[in-house]
Nanobody, 114 residues
Framework: VHLVESGGGLVQPGGSLRLSCEAS????????WEWYRQSPGKERELVAR???????IYTDSMKGRCTISRDNAKNTIYLQMNSLKPEDTAVYYC?????????WGQGTQVTVSS
C-alpha cells in the first residue's frame, strides 16, 4: 500500500485545512484508514479512523472539529479540520491498517500560528 498526503500548510488559529491521502497498491483489503499526528517531543497519536464499514472514531481533542471521509472512486481519504488551535501543530500522517500491519505515508506538516 502506497500513501501520499497533501494539504498541509500554515494556517491561523481558528482556520481550517483539508488534508488528503491518495492511496494505491493493495488497498482492497484495508480494514481501516487512519490519520495520526506527531508533534516534536511527543508520541504519534491517532486523530481519526474510518473503517471499511464507514464507522468513524475521533480523538477527544479533535471531536467536533474534524471529519474523516473517503472517496472510493478516487482512492482518497480526507481529514477536514476546523477551528484549528496552535496545539494542533504537528506532522500529520495517513495510515492504512491491512492484515495486521500499518502502512504509512510520508506525512504533511500542519502549522497553526498567527
Amino acid at each position: 500500500v502506497h500513501l501520499v498526503e497533501s494539504g498541509g500548510g500554515l494556517v491561523q488559529p481558528g482556520g481550517s485545512l483539508r488534508l488528503s491521502c491518495e492511496a494505491s497498491g493493495s488497498i482492497f483489503s484495508v480494514a481501516a484508514w487512519e490519520w495520526y499526528r506527531q508533534s516534536p517531543g511527543k508520541e504519534r497519536e491517532l486523530v481519526a479512523r474510518i473503517t471499511r464499514d464507514g464507522i468513524t472514531i475521533y480523538t477527544d481533542s479533535m471531536k467536533g472539529r474534524c471529519t474523516i471521509s473517503r472517496d472510493n472512486a478516487k482512492n482518497t481519504i480526507y481529514l477536514q479540520m476546523n477551528s484549528l488551535k496552535p496545539e494542533d501543530t504537528a506532522v500529520y500522517y495517513c495510515s492504512a491498517f491491512r492484515l495486521g500491519n500499518n502502512y504509512w505515508g510520508q506525512g504533511t506538516q500542519v502549522t497553526v500560528s498567527s
